[in-house]
Every structure is written in C-alpha cells, then in structure tokens.
C-alpha cells in the first residue's frame, strides 16, 4: 500500500461553503452572496465593467431553482440566471439571479462556482471594479430591503461576510 495522493487545498475564499475541484484534482471553493441590487441592473454594469477591462467573455442564461414560502408550503420556483464566462484575464463564472423567498419581493445573489488559486486575483479585480462603480457597496442593504426580508435573514447577515472572504469589503 502507497501513500495516498492528498488533494491540494486551494484558494482564501470561504464565504461560498462547498469545495469544488478541478480537472487537475485542486479544491477551489464556492462563493454566493446576496447583492442588495438587482440581477439585472448588476449584470447591465457587471458587462460594462468587463468591457472596460478588456476581458474576453460571453453571456449566457441559465436557470436556477429555489423554494418560495407561501404561508408554510413551500413551492418550487425557477430563477433566470445571468450568467457571464469569462476566459481572459482568468477563467471565471460569475451568475447573477433574482429569488422570490417570499412574497415580500425580490433577493439578488451573485455566485461564483468555482474560486481557487487561479482565478482569485482576477475575480478580487472584477469584482472591487464592480464595486467602485456602484453607488453603495453590495452588502449594504437599505432598511427597507432589511424589514422587507426580514430583520433576521441570514443571507443578508452573511453578505459581508462573503465579500470580506475575498478580501473585498472593508
């Protein structure tokens, strides 16, 4: 019996939970965060921001399922996701969707699927560029937005949390 080949532990990020691995057997993490702007106001500038950098990607859709609360059933729902794959200056999938948790009104979530050691210093420039050219930072709700999901929402509680596990909020 050989010693076990022992997978590479990559990337800083923790604010997504799950490893995932590559085709060469890394661990890279994914990271989701609730974004206090919507989908598709996000994704208009997220292009604009890509375009800016000189960054090759195309934009794809997708879908997403989520579960939406009516009194205490909850109901399958499907989300429209914007997403962008990006090859240069790394190779990076950014989605952006909008779920109806509740009949309160809309909560946006940007994911990355995969952060490893590859792709963070690119995602970390993409993404403070996307912040600087917001009018607030994403993880700041408004109190509107906080009573209208619920004080207590977790994924509103976390969002600073994520983004400061890629070294982006203060």
């Known amino acids: 019996m050989g010693p076990e080949k022992k997978k590479k532990r990559k990337a800083a990020a923790t604010g997504g939970k799950k490893p995932t691995e590559d085709e060469n057997g890394t661990e890279g993490l994914h990271w989701r965060s609730a974004i206090s702007f919507s989908a598709q106001s996000t994704a208009q500038l997220l292009r604009t921001v890509l375009e800016g950098l000189g960054a090759k990607f195309k934009r794809t859709r997708s879908e997403r399922?989520?579960?939406q609360l009516y009194a205490i059933l909850p109901f399958p729902?499907?989300?429209y996701v914007f997403r962008f794959e990006i090859s240069e200056p790394?190779?990076?999938v950014i989605d952006l969707y909008d779920t109806y948790p509740a009949t309160s009104g809309a909560l946006t979530f940007m994911e990355i699927p995969d952060v490893n050691d590859g792709n963070i210093d690119g995602a970390r420039d993409i993404l403070r560029a996307l912040v600087a050219r917001l009018p607030r930072p994403p993880w700041k709700f408004t109190a509107v937005q906080r009573v209208q999901h619920g004080l207590l929402e977790p994924d509103i509680l976390r969002a600073r949390k994520n983004w400061r596990?890629?070294?982006?909020?203060?």
Request: net charge neutral; hydrophobic share 55%; proline share 0%.
């Open 65 to 67: 399922s989520y579960s």
């Open 90 to 92: 790394c190779a990076l």
């Open 77 to 79: 729902r499907v989300a």
């Open 165 to 170: 596990a890629l070294g982006i909020a203060d």
